[in-house]
């Protein structure tokens, strides 16, 4: 195969950094085997090599792919196509269309009853969520499920936490047409925005097809799509940017990645259910997730997830897999906020979720095995999980 390239040199450092990394894998151990420092020095290496192959040899990559093709780090802001994740067709992202969005994500005059905007329910200071075991509606009725981070979001597949929103734009219909919420049909929230003058100044300089229903969904979703900036404390550290992270919290990243299991639903670098190498689908589990902490006493919440609408049996209880990113931020966890802490999350996967503790859960994906996680290492992961943390927190 060798002649068949111009620039033979960079072939062979790909060939003795595959042979490093293979060495390296087969003389380690599961339990011992330091993931971090393979990512950073290897994984990271390989991006690096193969981006500047593509670019010696002149191979032209698609750049419509989900995956930066000339990405040089697994944690690099740019690693993944954000518009690949956006529907066909969208307008591209924009600083302006960005600024924008955040105007109407902002603006409770666009609600039915004028009281309510997307920031009521997802607020910046707590990682785009609310705080409260449920969501909470107008008149401060309780919704079915918690309010889920917006960090991150762009990178899902599906929306909602039974996944019947299909796209960032899509799920803003689900919002705006729940009586609960927003309770406004598309077309009375495309008047209300047609006579807010300084929005028709805006979306006509933005638009070319100026304000209907498609562009304000477009430019709230841009807004959203802004809201992942890979640049917390673990990022820079992976990126050659810092080197702080403590023996405590690479520990805690080792265990998630190994012994723990965390990272077969989080999959890194956007840690959330996105599923690698095509990132064409959103995983859902079904855990076994209880109705509260009691973990002595468990009762299994009757939730029903992706249940409906077509009602079989076998996807009863299943729910997307959200990010960790911004974790520390987001608390009370799980679709039914059932758990205050962290500690609270770590323990019930530690007893193998709902099966692991006597329930009947005939379609559990999460292995019912005890994980033997003792306080040291619970407390390592939660470390590691913290420095998911973007820097403007």
Known sequence: MEPAFGNTEIYHKILEEFKASKKLLFGSNFEDFDRYAFIKNHTNKQLQLLAEAFKV???????????????????QKDFFNLNHFAPQGTPPISSERIALGKQLFNDKSLSGRGDMSCATCHVKEKAFTDGHK??????????????PTLSYAAYQRTFFYDGRGDGLEGQIVGVTNNENEFHIDLETLEEKVKNTPKYKIQFDSVYESKINSRNIRHAIATYIRSLSPFDSKFDQNMMGE???????????????????????????????????????????ENLGITKTA???????????????????????????????????????????????????????????????MGLEVPYQTLPSDELQLNTNDIEAIIAFMKTLTDAEY
């Open 134 to 147: 449920l969501g909470m509606g107008k008149n401060g009725i309780q919704l079915q499920r918690n309010t």
């Open 57 to 75: 040899w002149k191979i032209d990559m698609a750049e419509n792919a989900a995956l930066n093709p000339y990405a040089e780090n697994l944690f």
């Open 294 to 356: 009691n973990f002595t006493h468990p009762i299994l919440d009757d939730d029903p997830g992706l249940f409906y609408p077509y009602e079989v049996e076998e996807r009863r209880g299943f729910f997307k897999t959200s990010t960790i990113r911004n974790v520390e931020l987001t608390a009370p966890y799980m679709h039914n906020g059932a758990y205050n802490t962290l500690t609270d999350v770590l323990n019930f996967y530690n007893l193998g979720g709902g099966a692991g």
């Open 242 to 284: 810092e080197n702080s992270l403590t023996t405590q919290e690479i520990k805690g990243f080792n265990l998630f990645m190994g012994k723990a299991a965390c990272a077969t639903c989080h999959f890194p670098p956007v840690f959330n259910g996105t599923v690698p190498p095509k990132f064409t689908e959103s995983e859902f």
